[in-house]
């Protein structure tokens, strides 16, 4: 299958490249003369890519990368500083009412990742810092080459992180790591990121790291779409709810989803010793 680009006439992406090769779609922040740091237009695009990518029956898992010496720098410092004129009003209390919304659709265009029914795989190269943490902590998995690090770093500019990191990291890593970095703005090195699970492995090169998750990518594009997008749900679920709570979901889920064409092939693969083929 050839790779073919972002398929939608009714949008231009000026911060991303997207495209659609074997039911993976790659989703590539594309600003490398400014170390893809997360200007207003890509904010609003990432959202609108993994959209896509959920509404697309052909992409059944997605890959975020960056172009360019690094994933991401992490906010646009020039965007921080255009949101006091945008958010001006003469009255104090609409003046920060502005601002709170901001930051909402900021914290919505992260949670995009999640909402997407399709597993998302982080593939981190570079220094990466600020919002890059937020970005990566909504993604399924990560995995980095050997010169990543990463840095909670709103802390050195003295704010506190307010699009998910700090709801987020701790239960990637634990409380009291997320504590540490939150609190000291420290680098973690790419081997330290895996010892605290931050990534779930590292990669020699930025070479091997992109072939490495595209091999992962393609594992699960094999499987199972339906049951692929019901894993994803489940623990998203899980993770915010009691295990009472989770087992009535599944229970639930598994009552209207599990009669379905891929058990049927997925069975007959099995008994026929062949790779099973699944409908989008």
């Given at each position: 299958m050839t790779t073919r680009p972002f398929e939608n006439p009714s949008m231009?992406?000026?911060?991303?490249?997207?495209?659609?090769?074997?039911?993976?779609?790659?989703?590539?922040?594309?600003?490398?003369?400014?170390?893809?740091?997360?200007n207003a237009p890509m904010w609003q695009e990432i959202r609108q890519a993994f959209r896509w990518v959920d509404e697309t029956p052909e992409a059944r898992v997605a890959i975020l990368e960056g172009e360019g010496k690094l994933f991401t720098a992490g906010i646009d410092l020039q965007m921080m500083l255009a949101l006091g004129p945008q958010i001006q009003h003469d009255c104090d209390g609409?003046?920060?009412?502005?601002?709170r919304r901001v930051i909402l659709d900021l914290q919505d265009t992260l949670t995009s990742l999640e909402r997407c029914r399709k597993p998302v795989l982080a593939a981190i190269h570079g220094a990466y810092v600020g919002g890059g943490i937020d970005l990566i902590t909504c993604a399924d998995m990560r995995y980095c080459s050997l010169d990543a690090s990463f840095t909670v770093k709103e802390?050195?500019?003295?704010?506190?992180?307010?699009?998910?990191?700090?709801?987020?990291?701790?239960?990637?890593?634990?409380?009291?790591?997320?504590?540490?970095?939150?609190?000291t703005g420290r680098q973690v090195s790419a081997?330290?990121?895996?010892?605290?699970?931050?990534?779930?492995?590292?990669?020699?090169?930025?070479?091997?790291?992109?072939?490495?998750?595209?091999?992962?990518?393609?594992?699960?594009?094999?499987?199972?779409?339906?049951s692929i997008?019901?894993?994803?749900?489940?623990?998203?679920?899980?993770?915010?709810?009691?295990?009472?709570?989770?087992?009535?979901?599944?229970?639930?889920?598994n009552a209207a989803m599990l009669m379905s064409k891929d058990l049927s092939e997925a069975m007959m693969a099995n008994m026929g010793k062949r790779a099973a083929v699944f409908k989008d």
């Open positions: 231009n992406f000026e911060t991303l490249s997207v495209t659609l090769q074997d039911h993976i779609a790659t989703v590539r922040l594309n600003r490398p003369e400014k170390a893809n740091a997360m609409r003046t920060r009412e502005a601002l802390i050195d500019i003295g704010m506190t992180a307010d699009v998910g990191t700090l709801q987020r990291l701790p239960r990637l890593i634990g409380e009291g790591m997320a504590r540490e970095l939150a609190y081997e330290e990121a895996r010892e605290m699970h931050l990534v779930n492995r590292v990669f020699e090169s930025r070479e091997a790291l992109r072939a490495g998750v595209r091999e992962i990518a393609a594992t699960i594009a094999a499987k199972s779409p339906l997008r019901g894993s994803k749900e489940m623990i998203t679920y899980a993770r915010d709810h009691t295990v009472a709570d989770g087992l009535n979901y599944i229970a639930t889920w």
